[in-house]
T-cell receptor
Framework: ETGVTQTPRHLVMGMTNKKSLKCEQHLGHNAMYWYKQSAKKPLELMFVYNFKEQTENNSVPSRFSPECPNSSHLFLHLHTLQPEDSALYLC?????????????FGPGTRLTVL | AQSVAQPEDQVNVAEGNPLTVKCTYSVSGNPYLFWYVQYPNRGLQFLLKYITGDNLVKGSYGFEAEFNKSQTSFHLKKPSALVSDSALYFCAVREPASGGSYIPTFGRGTSLIVHP
């Protein structure tokens, strides 16, 4: 449960604000992920990083900007968001992005855009 | 393209009864299949996975899942449900890296409610 941490746990922001979500993993993994979870919809993969390099951008709008300074930390910078961006944002990590590796998830940041 | 379906939004079961949460998948090659559980206000927790070998996979908290290639299913089961099993369950599929994207595809989730 404490292998992947996310801060803040809750965030309320206006459409003109700029904020950042932080994720840290203590598992020694090399791959990190951002997901968006909306009610009654499948998890949406947003970004994948492997050894600090972005390997996937799943057609995410530019108002979401990821940053991975090292294999343990992942940020999601937010600016000029829309109300429909309100969701639970989950960070995950795995040893590598290969198909068999288990992903470990953080508790998420509940984002509300007013 | 890979896909996964969880046909039931909600499953209700009495405590002590067996439970099944259904999952079907579609991939072009051999699938790698996963089950995760999400408790309220928490992230997803890994339960079990099928990579190869025995079709019956045993996981955490007494859960198991059976891989059925002919029916393209990977249903999650538990012989005796507990109230504490009430949560949201996600099935996920990944295709082998050599055959396509290694990115997992998740189902919409099934809410399991176990009644005392």
């Amino acid at each position: 449960e404490t292998g992947v941490t996310q801060t803040p746990r809750h965030l309320v922001m206006g459409m003109t604000n700029k904020k950042s979500l932080k994720c840290e993993q203590h598992l020694g993994h090399n791959a990190m992920y951002w997901y968006k979870q909306s009610a009654k919809k499948p998890l949406e993969l947003m970004f994948v990083y492997n050894f600090k390099e972005q390997t996937e951008n799943n057609s995410v709008p530019s108002r979401f900007s990821p940053e991975c300074p090292n294999s343990s930390h992942l940020f999601l910078h937010l600016h000029t968001l829309q109300p429909e961006d309100s969701a639970l944002y989950l960070c995950a990590s795995s040893q590598s992005p290969t198909s068999t590796d288990t992903q470990y998830f953080g508790p998420g940041t509940r984002l509300t855009v007013l | 393209a890979q896909s996964v379906a969880q046909p039931e939004d909600q499953v209700n079961v009495a405590e002590g009864n067996p439970l099944t949460v259904k999952c079907t998948y579609s991939v072009s090659g051999n699938p790698y299949l996963f089950w995760y559980v999400q408790y309220p206000n928490r992230g997803l927790q890994f339960l079990l996975k099928y990579i190869t070998g025995d079709n019956l996979v045993k996981g955490s908290y007494g859960f198991e899942a059976e891989f059925n290639k002919s029916q393209t299913s990977f249903h999650l089961k538990k012989p005796s449900a507990l109230v504490s099993d009430s949560a949201l369950y996600f099935c996920a599929v990944r295709e082998p890296a050599s055959g396509g994207s290694y990115i997992p595809t998740f189902g919409r989730g099934t809410s399991l409610i176990v009644h005392p």
